[in-house]
């Protein structure tokens, strides 16, 4: 089945760690997209990249990082700069160019311990 | 960067009513495309909607592109208990943009 996988669904994070949090697609999209939602909020876009190694920052990229190593894969590290990490984290794939018809994952929970 | 106005926040029914909710933005866009997350999933795609004046349905739901473009509403039929959820929309021009979601609640 073609698709969008985030995991892990659930994680937790210690004061001062940094955590990755995976996003894999077989969908063969080029462009690829890290948001994060907070309750009564839209999604806020936090990087995104259109080819392999390479990626720009979005609106609230402080405290992320990210990399594009291979086009199937965009994994998102919340760093221990982030101070306010909890909130759902969703990623996304669109076919072509950033602004196509984006299809998304069905998230990652991060929460602070 | 720009977000867009998208209301209801939130709307309680009764099974069976009809629901209206709409987004403005104060810039053009060229897409305009409606979601459904239902909770602790990521967003669906529900209809997609790419010409000024388009009305376009999926089943018991209706979208349509304002004229001005820079305006969309999303109605839904006859709502049944699984309408339950947060409706977002999207609009495209150069990226895209969200609005904030109608958190819909329907009561049996």
């Known amino acids: 089945d073609g698709g969008i996988t985030q995991s892990p669904k659930y994680l937790f994070r210690k004061e001062g760690q940094n955590v990755t949090l995976s996003c894999e697609q077989n969908l063969n999209h080029d462009a690829m997209y890290w948001y994060r939602q907070d309750p009564g909020q839209g999604l806020r876009l936090i990087y995104y990249s259109q080819i392999v190694n390479d990626f720009q920052k979005g609106d609230i990229a402080e405290g992320y990082s990210v990399s594009r190593e291979k086009k199937e894969s965009f994994p998102l590290t919340v760093t221990s700069a982030q101070k306010n990490p909890t909130a759902f984290y969703l990623c996304?794939?669109?076919?072509?160019?950033?602004?196509?018809?984006?299809?998304f994952g069905a998230g990652t929970r991060l929460s602070v311990l | 960067g720009q977000q867009l106005n998208q209301s209801p926040q939130s709307m309680f029914i009764q099974e069976g009513e009809d629901v209206s909710m709409n987004c403005t933005s104060s810039?053009?866009?060229?897409?305009w495309l409606w979601y459904k997350q239902d909770p602790g999933e990521g967003p669906v795609l529900l209809i997609a909607l790419y010409k000024a004046g388009e009305l376009t349905s999926n089943g018991r739901l209706t979208a349509q592109f304002g004229i001005t473009r820079k305006d969309s509403f999303l109605n839904i039929s006859a709502s049944i208990p699984s309408d339950v959820g947060i409706y977002f929309c999207?609009?495209?021009?150069?990226?895209?943009?969200f609005g904030a979601g109608t958190r819909l609640t329907v009561k049996p």
């Open positions: 999207a609009g495209q021009l150069y990226d895209m943009r």
């Open positions: 996304a794939s669109s076919i072509g160019r950033v602004g196509n018809i984006q299809y």
């Open positions: 810039s053009i866009f060229n897409t």
